[in-house]
């Protein structure tokens, strides 16, 4: 059975700093592309970077120039250096492994949120 688990969330300030990690366990996901989706309050999960197997990475345009997807394939972990954090980056954080056609395997989240 794989599991994904999320951790770093947390409290912090304007301006902050949190690095989320998302551990794999049941098999190696270095052939996977490693997403990070977020979902604020009221709104719709969102995806914000990804990083293919080949470290290929996107960002959507919020989080670009702040945030960086990277992933340690020895340690079967995906990572999210978040800085400048800013209110508007509450939310829920989830990872999650791309197969083919789908995505295969999601992380419970971790919350993240940034005070004013």
């Known amino acids: 059975q794989v599991q994904l688990v999320e951790s770093g969330g947390g409290l912090v300030s304007a301006g902050g700093s949190l690095r989320l990690s998302c551990a794999a366990f049941?098999?190696?996901?270095?052939?996977?592309?490693m997403t990070w989706f977020r979902q604020r309050p009221g709104q719709q999960r969102e995806l914000i970077a990804q990083?293919?197997?080949?470290?290929?990475?996107y960002y959507e345009d919020s989080v670009k120039g702040r945030f960086t997807i990277s992933r340690d394939n020895a340690k079967n972990t995906v990572y999210l250096q978040m800085n400048n954090l800013k209110p508007e980056d509450t939310a829920t954080y989830y990872c999650?492994?791309?197969?083919?056609?789908?995505?295969?395997?999601w992380g419970r989240g971790t919350q993240v949120t940034v005070s004013s």
């Open positions: 999650a492994a791309q197969g083919d056609f789908s995505y295969e395997y």
């Open positions: 049941g098999r190696t996901l270095s052939d996977y592309a």
């Open positions: 990083i293919t197997s080949r470290h290929d990475t």
